[in-house]
């Protein structure tokens, strides 16, 4: 609750699991959920259904950001995204008010294949000061 202030029991609850880090990232709540939903599998997402419901009330009491955000993965995805597309974001993803954060080595590092998104928030979005990681904001 901690990392979560607005939010009651449950929906931190949530949020903490849905943001915790995993030693096998492919094993994460996140992972798992977002894999089903890409998939659109019904039977895969069921045990999934109330996790999307609770994380967007827990969204929804937190303050929110209007502006830019980062978002980087350690993967070249310019055949998928080219340069100066438009994309709309449709998912639960961590980003960072700072380009730079994305440089340590738990997110993009310095060297190696990357894509860095820079996404503008329309409507507002929870700002990223509510994380587990407030040294990432």
């Not at 993965?73 to 954060?101: H, I, N």
């Not at 894509?115 to 929870?126: D, E, G, N, V, Y």
Request: net charge positive; with cysteine.
């Amino acid at each position: 609750k901690k990392h979560f202030p607005k939010v009651d029991d449950n929906a931190a609850c949530g949020l903490s699991l849905y943001t915790a880090g995993w030693d096998d990232p492919t094993a994460a709540y996140y992972f798992k959920l977002h894999v089903a939903l890409r998939n659109q599998d019904a039977v895969a997402i069921k045990p999934f259904t109330q996790m999307p419901k609770l994380t967007i009330y827990a969204l929804n009491s937190m303050d929110k950001h209007t502006g830019n955000v980062w978002r980087g993965v350690k993967q070249d995805l310019r055949a998928d995204f080219p340069k100066g597309a438009k994309v709309t974001w449709c998912g639960f993803s961590s980003t960072t008010l700072e380009m730079s954060v994305l440089e340590e080595e738990q997110f993009c590092g310095k060297s190696g294949a990357r894509t860095i998104f820079m996404i503008s928030t329309a409507p507002p979005r929870p700002e990223v000061a509510n994380s587990t990681l407030p040294e990432t904001n």
